[in-house]
């Protein structure tokens, strides 16, 4: 299903991409961009996880280096039996992790320094244990192919915007409106992409934590690492682009930007009941 939901995606860009270079560049441009929407499809694939983990500046780390966070990544994936995935931590003070890769052979998890520093063993088993049900699951794919697309997608929709409105592309964008055509792509394309991620994000979360809770059998410490979560992530907001906020296990954005007003991720209270309401074991 995630996979051809991300199938959904690719081909949902190259039609967007298709259009505009119709729209901008008549059939010169819509050739232009069908070959572009071709190579950041293949791009996205084979490099999205590599781009978000670099974004935030992950750092792969160790045994040696880590020996308590391997070991429990190590643990967890046994139980959840999906290979042992990369282990990165992010130069981040803000409390937050999330999971990316193409598939579970190829996944990596990401803390981030503050997270390590704010939560118990019990409370980071369950954090672990929710980004390895996310591979599990087999949506990190579909989750990182659509940071990367919805940060495309507002990219090209400004340069789009602004070159009809100042004539960057000859007579045919005049003829269609111009610089209300433009600026109308401007606003709708980053929107749009904003209304993908909710559709994405909200759904998976809630799944990723029941899946969590039953990797590592204690929904609880899971709950507990939430409501610390919440409270870090307010006091301590992330330097997080709108486009990839949905990746990590709480909004980053939290109390720190506009675009907090359009939460990528269920509420935190009804995520915490949910998990409270489960057995142990």
Known sequence: MNMMKTLLLMTGMTVLLVYLGDHFGGRQGMVMALVLAGGMNLFTYWFSDKIALMSYGARQVTEAEAP????????????????????????????????????????????TEGITRLLDRAELEGVIAHELAHIKHRDILLATVVATLAGAITMIARMAGWAAMFGGYG????????????????????????????????TREYGADEGGARIAGNPHGL??????????????PMNASPSSAHLFIVNPLSGKSLMSMFAT?????????RLRAMPRG
């Open 223 to 236: 709950a507990g690492a939430l409501e610390k979560l919440s409270r870090g992530a307010q006091a301590v």
């Open 171 to 202: 007579g045919r964008d005049r003829d269609r409106g111009g610089g209300l055509a433009g600026l109308a792509l401007m606003i709708v394309a980053p929107l749009a992409a904003l209304l993908i991620q909710l559709w994405i994000s909200r």
């Open 265 to 273: 991720h269920p509420p935190l209270e009804e995520r915490i009941a």
């Open 68 to 111: 308590e966070l391997h070991a429990i990544v190590r643990g967890l994936a046994t139980r959840a039996g999906i290979p042992m995935p990369r282990v990165h931590i992010i130069p981040s003070a803000s409390p937050n992790a999330f999971a990316t890769g193409r598939n579970p052979a190829h996944a990596s998890v990401a803390v």
